[in-house]
């Protein structure tokens, strides 16, 4: 699997059936958007995700932390950039990692 995406998010509530979005409604949604959107970009027509998806449930906030500060290392350790802020293909809301040293004031 040479280009992974890796994901952190918290299922929304299906107000119609009054309970949570499960994973695989998720991923079908992503997965079919995307790839559409991937398809018509090359012009081209096809599979683009593999079937599975490798999911982790976070249970609790020094796990959530970790798994963050995972994902947002990826392109650094990739040696895509130095900083992963740098990164332009990372969507991210205001974030302080906890592995990176704090900033001086």
Known sequence: MPDPVHMIFAPLVNQRAME???????????????AHRVNKKLGRKGRVWQPESFDHVVRSSESLDAKIAYLLENPVRAG?????????????????????PASQP
Do not use: R, T
């Open 20 to 34: 949570i979005y499960s994973l695989a409604e998720i991923m079908d949604s992503v997965k079919g958007f995307s």
């Open 80 to 100: 895509l950039v130095k900083e992963w802020a740098h990164y332009p293909w990372l969507w991210k809301k205001p974030f302080v990692n906890p592995v990176a």
